[in-house]
C-alpha cells in the first residue's frame, strides 16, 4: 500500500528558511510524481512543485520557484523514496498545511499525507 509520510513544517519568522521531506513507499511503479502542495485558512489546496522520480525532472504550477526548490532522493533497493522542498525567504502569505502527493496537480494526485504546518510569523 502506497504511503507518505511529511515531517520538516514549523514555525519561522519571515525571510527565514524550512526544510520539509516527504518518504514515500509501497509504490510499485519506478517512475511515478511526487509533489508538494499546500491549503491555507479558507483557501483551496494548490500545487507548489512537482518531481519525476525515474529522471528528477521538476515542475513548478505557481510562481513559487526561485524561493522553493524542489529535489528526490532515490533509495538504493526503490523501497522508499524521499522528495524534500526547500524553502527560502518565506512570507506570511507561505502559512499553510504542506502536504506530500502523489502527482502535480491536485486533479490528478491520488496518494495524500497527513500534512505538516507551516508557520511564518514573527
Known amino acids: 500500500q502506497a504511503q507518505l509520510v511529511e515531517s520538516g513544517g514549523g514555525l519561522v519568522q519571515p525571510g527565514g528558511s524550512l526544510r520539509l521531506s516527504c518518504t514515500a513507499s509501497?509504490?510499485?511503479?519506478?517512475?511515478?510524481?511526487l509533489g508538494w502542495f499546500r491549503q491555507a485558512p479558507g483557501k483551496e489546496r494548490e500545487g507548489v512543485a512537482c518531481?519525476?522520480?525515474?529522471?528528477?525532472?521538476?515542475?513548478?504550477?505557481?510562481d513559487m520557484k526561485g524561493r522553493f526548490i524542489i529535489s528526490r532522493a532515490i533509495s538504493r533497493d526503490s523501497a522508499s523514496n524521499t522528495v524534500n522542498l526547500q524553502m527560502n525567504n518565506l512570507k506570511p502569505e507561505d502559512t499553510a498545511i504542506y502536504y506530500c502527493?502523489?502527482?502535480?496537480?491536485?486533479?490528478?494526485?491520488?496518494?495524500w499525507g497527513q500534512g505538516t504546518q507551516v508557520t511564518v510569523s514573527s
Open positions: 509501497g509504490f510499485h511503479s519506478p517512475d511515478y510524481l
Open positions: 518531481v519525476r522520480l525515474k529522471d528528477g525532472s521538476t515542475h513548478y504550477p505557481t
Open positions: 502527493g502523489a502527482g502535480c496537480y491536485v486533479s490528478d494526485t491520488s496518494n
